[in-house]
Nanobody, 123 residues
Framework: QVQLVESGGGLVQAGGSLRLSCVASGRTVSNYGMAWFRQAPGKEREFVGA???????YYADSVKGRFTISRDNAKNTVYLQMNNLKPDDTAVYYC?????????????????WGQGTQVTVSS
């Protein structure tokens, strides 16, 4: 079993930045596909971005150029750097892990989830 704990959320003004962290425990996730999703009130959970075990990344069009995912395998941690935040980025952000070296955008194909961290962007 893998446990994921996100942190780093908060309230920020539009144009600001936040860095989210996702710390994994229970197993090393260095060979896992890791992803970030988000869910705004009244909306479905949506894919934000993902990172392969090789370090290759993939992003949703809505965040491309503003968000960056990275991983530190020595710390069993994945990060989401969010710059130039917009009010539409307001959501609960979730970290997810998949027992595969590949990444996908579908929520149901991820095996482990964190509890989420709230990000609120004011205008």
């Amino acid at each position: 079993q893998v446990q994921l704990v996100e942190s780093g959320g908060g309230l920020v003004q539009a144009g600001g930045s936040l860095r989210l962290s996702c710390v994994a425990s229970g197993r090393t996730v260095s060979n896992y596909g890791m992803a970030w999703f988000r869910q705004a009130p009244g909306k479905e959970r949506e894919f934000v971005g993902a990172i392969r075990w090789t370090g290759g990344t993939y992003y949703a069009d809505s965040v491309k150029g503003r968000f960056t995912i990275s991983r530190d395998n020595a710390k069993n941690t994945v990060y989401l750097q969010m710059n130039n935040l917009k009010p539409d980025d307001t959501a609960v952000y979730y970290c997810a892990a998949r027992e595969s070296k590949e990444v996908v955008t579908t929520t149901t194909l991820y095996d482990y989830w964190g509890q989420g961290t709230q990000v609120t962007v004011s205008s």
